[in-house]
C-alpha cells in the first residue's frame, strides 16, 4: 500500500528555506522532480538516494 503524502512529504522554514522535503532527510521534492524532468528514472533515483524509498 502506498504511503500518504502528507506522512511522507513535510516543510520546516528552517530546512532548505521551507521547501517540502522527504521527511525526515533534506533532499527537497523539488530536487526530485527535478531529476525526473531531467530524465533520471526512478530506479536511478532510488540508487543514488535509497532512503527516500523507506
Given at each position: 500500500m502506498?504511503?500518504?503524502?502528507?506522512?511522507?512529504?513535510?516543510?520546516?522554514?528552517?530546512?532548505?528555506?521551507?521547501?517540502?522535503?522527504?521527511?525526515?532527510?533534506?533532499?527537497?521534492?523539488?530536487m526530485?522532480?527535478?531529476?525526473?524532468?531531467?530524465?533520471?528514472?526512478?530506479?536511478?533515483?532510488?540508487?543514488?538516494?535509497?532512503?527516500?524509498?523507506?
Amino acid at each position: 500500500m502506498k504511503a500518504n503524502l502528507s506522512e511522507r512529504i513535510t516543510y520546516d522554514p528552517d530546512i532548505l528555506c521551507g521547501k517540502p522535503i522527504i521527511r525526515g532527510m533534506r533532499i527537497s521534492v523539488e530536487m526530485i522532480l527535478e531529476l525526473l524532468a531531467n530524465g533520471a528514472t526512478s530506479q536511478e533515483i532510488l540508487e543514488d538516494y535509497p532512503r527516500v524509498s523507506t
